[in-house]
């Protein structure tokens, strides 16, 4: 086990492309950390320069408190787990589990016993005498990942291990992988762009956008207290609404309009976050998360100042939740595209209880909770409340 700091390290490819800025990030021993943003953001290239698949253009990567800039990927004592499995297809099971020890010349008898206990571990014992295409896409999976398990490595470099498996099985191998990393106690770097895994396997999770760190935190913080507007229109599954507004006070309290909607701020939030009062008689983005918007049916007697009332332009019905999709103004086009990150024109949702009996063109009748409202400066993007971690100099 070690621990990987990552200090300014930058990655700028020939044609000029910075696909990593200025990283400062530290790994810590044993910890499952989970690099995570859009496709492009740079945390393969994160990942493989810490593997040192890819040369590092600016900073330094230390691996167990050693700087290994210059040392070659076999000697960094780390196994790495792709997304396509990278299995050898003439070989057969325990032959791919244990065909990296037999490059390092590990004695055959201690070969065995790192097979055998890696099996075990992933219940690949029926399988090691059979080849990859006689295997499915998870148990291939396990192989990939015994394959590393089995080099005792300082560090578990994943990329993306679970993109090629459908829905049900990636729910199944990653519980496996977290319960793995659990056990082993190797110090992992996990990288996806799927938000769920993100949120479910990591100690802490890094967010990253055009090569920039916008927030590392656990994934409770992170979802709880966005550092800034991208992070919160990403983290979260539907995503929040982000939508502009305007602060003004009324009957002693601030409260923030929107399209055809207003909300009055809880005077609870106003007294935790005072900072928010600077910003009376401005502009803001205000966020809300779907969950936080109610049936009205569904609650008792509430202020007018919670209530948001819009047609229905979309129903999903999803079984244990019902997502409905309702315009900032009466006069968004129906036929628009759904965009949560594009303002303009902007469809809210609202996820509510699935007894819910709201149709499509149906007058919705939603209820806030004014106490989980989210604020940011709409020229920086960052939030407003003091007390959320940011990352210095991160884009908005």
Known sequence: MAAIEFQGVSKVFADGTRAVDSLDLMVNEAEFMVLVGPSGCGKTTALRMVAGLEEISEGTILIGGN???????????????????????????????????????????????????????????????????????????????????????????MDEPLSNLDAKLRVQVRAEIHSLQRVSGVTTIYVTHDQTEAMTMGDRIAVLRDGTLQQVDTPERVYQRPANQFVAGFIGSPAMNLVDARLTRANGSLVAHFGDHSLEVDNELVAEHPELLAYEGKDVVLGIRPE?????????????????????????????EELLHFPVT??????????????????????????????????????????????????????IFADQKQVPGAKS
Do not use: W
């Open 67 to 157: 700087v290994v800039n210059d040392v070659s990927p076999k000697e960094r004592d780390i196994a790495m787990v792709f997304q396509n499995y990278a299995l050898y297809p003439h070989m057969s099971v325990a032959d791919n589990l244990g065909f990296g020890l037999k490059l390092r010349k590990v004695p055959r008898s201690e070969r065995r016993r790192r097979i055998q206990q890696a099996a075990e571990t992933l219940g690949l014992e029926p399988y090691l005498d059979r080849k990859p295409r006689a295997l499915s896409g998870g148990q291939r999976q396990r192989v990939a990942m015994g394959r590393a398990i089995v080099r005792e490595p300082r560090a578990f470099l």
């Open 292 to 320: 936080d918007l109610e049936d009205a049916a569904f609650v008792g007697e509430v202020p007018p100042g919670r209530i948001l009332e819009a047609v229905c332009n979309l129903r999903e019905a999803l079984g244990s």
């Open 330 to 383: 009466a006069e968004a086009n129906a036929g628009e595209p759904i965009g949560l990150l594009d303002r303009k024109n902007v469809m809210l949702l609202a996820r509510v209880d699935p007894q819910s009996k709201m149709r499509e063109g149906d007058r919705l009748r939603l209820v806030a909770d004014t106490r989980r409202l989210y604020f940011f400066d709409p020229t920086t993007g960052r939030a």
